[in-house]
Structure formats: C-alpha cells, structure tokens
C-alpha cells in the first residue's frame, strides 16, 4: 500500500533520484531544485543520480555538480569519484561492447522497419552501453507503438525499458538497481544488499524496479500517469509532481533528521 510522504518517519542517509521529470519539471531543472538539492548535501545528506540518460550525461553532472555519483544508461555506466578522479564502473563487460554495438544497430534498423516514426534517439550518440528509441521526446509515437518497440527488441535477445520519453535497450544482465548497490558498496561503505537507509525516488515505468528494491521508495506524484502499469509501486507518493515533488521530498527529509 503507497502512502503519503508525509508518514514516512525514518531518517534518510542518501537521496537517489531520477532526473526525467523527477529532478525536472518540463524538461528543465528550475532553480529551487537545484538550490534544495544543494541545501541537502549541506545538510550532509548526499544526492546520487540514477538516470537512463547517456554516460556523458553522468560525466557532465560529475564535473559540474557535487553529485556523489551518477549512473547513467540504466545501470549501464556508473561513474563515482576516487580522489580527484572519476572513475566508470560497466554493467557488462567494457570489452563486449563493440560486438553488441553491431547488434543493436542492426536490431534499431529492424525495429524503424516495424514501427513507422520510431527512430533512436538524439542522444544515442553519447552512448556507451545502450541506446534509445525516441518515443516520446522529439518523436510523439503512441504507447502502444512504444511498447511494441520493447517487445522487438527484447525478442531479439536485449534487455528493454521504456521511460517517460524513450525505449532504452542493450546487452542483457545490467540494471540500475545492481549499479545502485554498487554505489553503497563502493562509496557510501555499508551493505549493498540493505538499502533501507536510503531513499529512491523516480516518476516513470523504468524505475519500478527500484520501487522494488528500496524499502524508503518514493514516486513524484506524475507518476500516477503510469500507475496501473507499475509492476512494482513506490512504498510513498508526494503531493505534487516532477521537481516540485523532489523538493517536498528535500523538505521532509530535513525535517526529519
Ligand atoms: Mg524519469
């Protein structure tokens, strides 16, 4: 049963968000987001991003924000910090990825084939494990055509998620919950496999398994659009939507320490 934010009691030691209409709100990261977020890591409360956005996405918000660690691609490609260094953690092996870089480029023209006006996505470009079909951010295909797009591609032997705005797909056998667990092995230094200290908070289909591995989950109150179609559903919902709802989320999160 999701319950409103406002009965969650637990304090949180780091916030995992999503950045597609969670930490945006059309499209753009307003300023109070921002500010909140930044007023959380002050308050010694570190922020991850975990986004199916590409790997230079995460490099960019590694280098320009104070971001504890980004994954990106769905679990694709994690970078944290070591020092002054970034470092990339691979969902898969780095030294597969040319051949199913082939693949998937041959499963993309099959899948432009099947589905009229699916084509990938602007920013397939700055890939490095998956890439997307563009669904719904400069193309407007139906739900429908986009879930036909999952289904293509996941009979052609790839792992396929379809977001907000785009179907991702690629090499089978990484998710963005596993790299999750990964960033609070390798940095936040406690049990991977006991993230109830942590909350997640997401607004689309793709993060439904993270609803289902953060005990402290939470939806932005867009993701009601959705709903029915969640497999898994966040144990909170906020009351408002996109950035608006990541800020109660900041809100309630410092009044609870
Ligand atoms: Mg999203």
Not at 6 to 33: H, K, M, N, W, Y
Not at 138 to 150: H, I, P
Not at 180 to 205: E, H, I, K, W
Not at 245 to 254: A, F, N, T, W
């Amino acid at each position: 049963m999701t319950r409103p934010l406002s009965e969650l009691r637990s304090p949180v030691r780091a916030l995992f968000t999503d950045v597609d209409g969670t930490l945006t709100t059309d499209g753009r990261i307003e300023a109070s987001t921002y500010a909140a977020l930044e007023k959380l890591g002050a308050a010694g409360v570190p922020v991850v991003l975990v986004s199916g956005r590409p790997a230079a996405f995460g490099h960019a918000f590694m280098t320009m924000t104070p971001v504890l660690a980004a994954v990106t691609e769905n679990g694709g490609v994690t970078f944290i910090r070591e020092g002054k260094q970034l470092k990339k953690l691979y969902g898969v092996p780095a030294a597969s990825l040319p051949e199913w870089r082939r693949r998937m480029h041959e499963a993309t023209v099959d899948v432009m084939a099947k589905v009229p006006g699916a084509r990938l996505s602007s920013d397939s470009k700055y890939r490095e494990v998956d890439l997307a079909i563009d669904w719904n951010e400069e193309a407007s295909l139906s739900k429908n055509d986009a879930e036909t797009c999952v289904t293509l591609l996941r009979k052609a032997g790839f792992t396929a998620t379809r977001s907000s705005v785009h179907v991702n797909f690629g090499p089978p056998h990484f998710d963005k919950l596993s790299a999750c667990m990964g960033v609070v092995r390798q940095v936040l230094g406690t049990d991977g496999n006991d993230l109830s200290p942590y909350l997640f908070v997401g607004d689309a289909l793709n993060d439904a398994p993270m609803f289902g591995g953060f005990p402290t989950s939470v939806g932005v109150a867009n993701i009601k659009h959705w709903w029915d179609e969640l497999s898994f559903k966040p144990a909170y919902l906020t009351e408002r939507p996109e950035g608006a709802g990541l800020r109660e989320i900041v809100e309630h999160i410092l009044a609870n320490r």
